[in-house]
């Protein structure tokens, strides 16, 4: 006779069991064959023989490939800049979203919008925003004196990515606020109150009572925002495809052009999986920082 939580373990793998399947067969088994496609001179379109195993031939190529080089720059300065501006404004708007005024609830559905319009459409409206002939970017700034003509935002390789940079940050910089105002919404009016009956400033409430309450989501909007800006792939394609001159070349795109584009599976293969090294060490960040913060929490409750 089994006891109750021999039943309860022997149901959980029930459950489990069928899930994990799905997982092995939609994850694992694709990374296996991504990873022994690593290690071939496969092509997308050939005589129909096997392919030729040749070693790390790719992964030595790809290391010394300065355009690989070049892209892992562009992606590593599009991912600090972009993340970093969208943690700056989400935390201001989100402190402007906790204060109590006539209208909040309408700009709280506004502020959601862009994050919840889809990233094709996102990058299609912002590709028409910055055309050089009838684009309002062009428009605003001419009206308002900054430039004394219309450009060509997206054609010009000083500019490209970061227009696209921008487009990214108005479409994701929502997430920031929504985590943020959650945690703002978590603190008790007392603590805010007694802070300024003791004669603290603005700031020394902030820095005091605001900041470290918001600190942990606000990291783990940052690193999930961190992730998703290095494997940028989606508002790229639709914006510049990769273009003026590579200026918009990131990881994702380099990998997607070498695969697809140039039909080389095998090198494509072992650009992925370096591309997919790097993401796994940001998520080993990721979770070290979910670790200490959780450590930190139960230091305090003890």
């Not at 992606?75 to 700056?88: D, P």
């Not at 502020?111 to 990058?123: Q, R």
């Not at 390789?157 to 940050?169: E, G, H």
């Amino acid at each position: 006779m089994l006891s109750l939580s021999q039943r309860e373990h022997r149901q959980a793998w029930v459950l489990l069991v069928p899930m994990l399947i799905v997982m092995f067969l939609l994850t694992a088994w694709p990374l296996a064959r991504t990873i022994w496609l690593s290690f071939t001179d496969a092509a997308l379109i050939g005589s129909g023989a096997s392919p030729l195993f040749v070693g790390v031939e790719n992964y030595f190529y790809a290391l010394t490939d300065t355009d690989f080089q070049a892209s892992i720059l562009r992606t590593l300065y599009f991912t600090v800049v972009s993340v970093a501006i969208e943690g700056v404004i989400g935390v201001l708007v989100a402190l402007l979203l906790n204060q109590k005024f006539y209208g909040r609830n309408f700009l709280r559905v506004l502020v959601i919008l862009p994050w919840a319009l889809p990233t094709i459409v996102n990058a299609m409206m912002w590709r028409l925003n910055f055309n050089p002939d009838y684009g309002s970017i062009n428009a605003m700034l001419t009206q308002l004196g900054m430039i004394d003509g219309y450009r060509s935002w997206l054609g010009s390789p000083d500019s490209a990515l970061n227009a696209v940079m921008l487009a990214d940050i108005w479409k994701n910089y929502p997430l920031v606020t929504l985590l943020v105002l959650a945690a703002l919404q978590s603190i008790p009016e007392d603590l805010f109150e007694a802070a300024r009956l003791d004669g603290a400033s603005a700031w020394r409430r902030f820095r005091a009572i605001t900041f470290p309450a918001i600190v942990a989501p606000l990291s783990v909007a940052l690193v999930l925002r961190t992730i998703d800006a290095f494997k940028i792939f989606d508002i790229i394609y639709v914006m510049t495809r990769g273009g003026p001159v590579d200026s918009t070349k990131t990881l994702s795109f380099f990998v997607y052009q070498e695969s697809f584009s140039y039909l080389r599976a095998g090198s494509g293969a072992a650009y992925a999986i370096l591309m997919t090294l790097m993401c796994a060490v940001l998520i080993a960040i990721y979770m070290t920082m979910l670790l200490r913060q959780r450590r930190r929490s139960h230091a305090d409750e003890t």
